[in-house]
């Protein structure tokens, strides 16, 4: 990991837990009250701004490490990924059930179907990750020629997934129910900033040359290890 990105580690922790932070204090007291909407945001909030940036973030801290260190590493990313994917589960069917309850319709609205396609895309990028995974043996069963894209494919699934997360959480903003004014401001300029610093860390690592390693049929590549 560069100097440069680990000088980034502390600021991106103290956004993610800032924006993580600052949506509960908002929608907690809803949340109390039995508003069925209010564990929306909420949850959305924990599992892309908080436990996906972690994820990531630990995915990119693990890279240099070899043998039972980077096993260990791997296993706690997961960990955390999985606990992403329940936050983005628990939020997504908040929403929906809501929706019936009120007799709306689904996936009408630009953040809607935007948080749709990042929704299906956070489902997708665990299963991959866990096909991927050497230790549980799945990836065997396919050509070794396949193995390196499929990883590829879940470090793209992946970032598309976070990016996708964050532009559907800013495009329902300013909203009565979440947050308005000022505090509204100042969470989606915090959530575009630590937005800019995860991608400043995931240039380079989703490009083709740069992730696919060389193999007996394809063309030569430069590679950091793979997930």
Known sequence: M????AAMQRP???LSVGCCVTMALAMLPSAY???LFAWHPL???LGFLGFMTEGIMAAVRFRPNEGTTRVAAITNHALIQCASTVCVCLG???IYANKNLNGKPHFRSLHGKVGLVAFA?????PALGALSFRRLGLIQKFPDSWQPRMKWLHRLISAYAYVLGMV???LPLPHHAV?????CLAWQAAVIALGGCMLYVLRGRISGRSVLPASASGPSFATPKSL
Do not use: E, R, V, W
Not at 121 to 125: K, Q
């Open 43 to 45: 949850m959305l909030s």
């Open 179 to 183: 947050l308005t004014g000022l505090a």
């Open 33 to 35: 009250q039995g508003t």
């Open 92 to 94: 997504f069917y908040a």
């Open 168 to 170: 559907a959480m800013q």
């Open 2 to 5: 560069s100097s440069a990105i």
């Open 12 to 14: 991106i922790q103290l």
């Open 121 to 125: 895309l956070a489902l997708a990028s």
